[in-house]
């Protein structure tokens, strides 16, 4: 049985779909069994509770020939960072219990710097603790920039006809559809051997801009003169935390804006190893923004 961390979201559901196509047994663990019942009907076994908890996570664990593991995000923790050690942790000290040997963790683009990464951070540290394990064989993913944190920007595209956030213009940045990472997920938990500790980063045939993505997706939706804007930091963390977002994390989310716009944050992509995956902007902004951004015109 392959054990996947996460919900219904962009990467643990379709990992668990593909390798239930193989028909591969898969248990899915997280937080709230409604975002969990799609899954359960596609063959998984879902399992419910605390992510936090040790001995929780270590019996959703027990068995398994690999997990999958991932710290989820939670907007509104008063202190992200503690937040992510705590998850972290737990994630750890459940490998040590269940007898778990092989992991794939999902990590991030940055992540081999220690500090000045906003959330990447966190991950950096979550290597750290995953690295120390004894006689575990752990794969490390860094992924680059999600496609999907473009639909974002959908409301502000709508009212104010531009694509506004905290990220330079025009710093190209190593990007990624997360249905390839889920490819990769599944294909690694199932063919996983000996490693020891490795890292793969994973990104997009090319590196895209802000504005280069601005222009894409504005093209897709209709829109061929949509602009990005380099947004205020104060008023652009005021919007987020109008919408619930903590000022521990809009803090983190300025600082990791600031990141993707310096050259120490992609560095370790030239070293590798690094896989190049199909995916993109321009197939994401057909087949997924555009679809997105006409939804959100007809609920408006």
């Known amino acids: 049985m392959f054990v996947l961390l996460g919900s219904n979201g ?26 969990l019942a799609e899954l359960r009907t596609a063959g998984a076994d879902i399992t419910v509770g605390d992510i936090a908890n040790a001995s929780f ?8 020939e690999a997990v999958y593991v991932m710290i989820p995000p939670n ?10 050690d705590q998850v972290g942790q737990a994630i750890v000290d459940a490998i040590k219990t269940s007898g778990v040997t092989r992991v794939v963790h999902l990590s991030s683009v940055g992540a081999h710097l220690p500090s000045g990464t906003g959330p990447i951070a966190g991950l950096h540290r979550q290597e750290q603790r995953l690295n120390a394990l004894s006689g575990v064989d752990v794969l490390h993913l860094r992924p680059g920039y999600f496609f999907e944190n473009h639909l974002a920007a959908i409301g502000l595209i709508q009212t104010l006809g531009v694509y506004a956030d905290m990220t ?22 199932a063919n996983f051997g000996t490693r020891g500790k490795a890292v793969l980063h994973l990104h997009t045939r090319r590196d895209y801009t802000q504005a280069e993505a601005a222009a894409i997706l504005g093209r897709a939706i209709g829109h061929p003169e949509l602009k990005h804007v380099q947004a205020d930091p104060a008023q ?6 109008q919408h619930g977002f903590s000022p521990s994390v ?3 989310f300025e600082e990791m804006s600031k990141a ?10 030239k070293v590798g190893p690094t896989e190049v995956t199909p995916t993109s902007l321009e197939d994401f902004a057909a087949g997924v923004f555009k679809p997105a951004f006409e939804g959100a015109l007809k609920v408006a």
Do not use: C, H, W
Request: hydrophobic share 45%; proline share 4%; glycine share 10%.
């Open 10 to 35: 962009n990467i643990t559901s379709k990992a668990a779909r593909i390798l239930l196509s193989q028909g591969r047994k898969v248990r899915v663990v997280g937080r709230n069994a409604a975002s």
């Open 57 to 64: 996570l270590a019996g959703a664990f027990k068995g398994a």
């Open 75 to 84: 907007y509104g923790a008063a202190d992200m960072g503690a937040f992510q």
């Open 168 to 189: 330079d213009s025009s710093s190209p940045i190593p990007t990624i559809g997360s249905g390839d990472i889920a490819v990769v997920v599944a294909r690694e938990l």
């Open 236 to 241: 652009a963390k005021a919007g987020m935390e």
């Open 250 to 252: 809009s803090d983190l």
């Open 260 to 269: 993707f716009s310096t050259p120490a944050l992609v560095a370790e992509l």
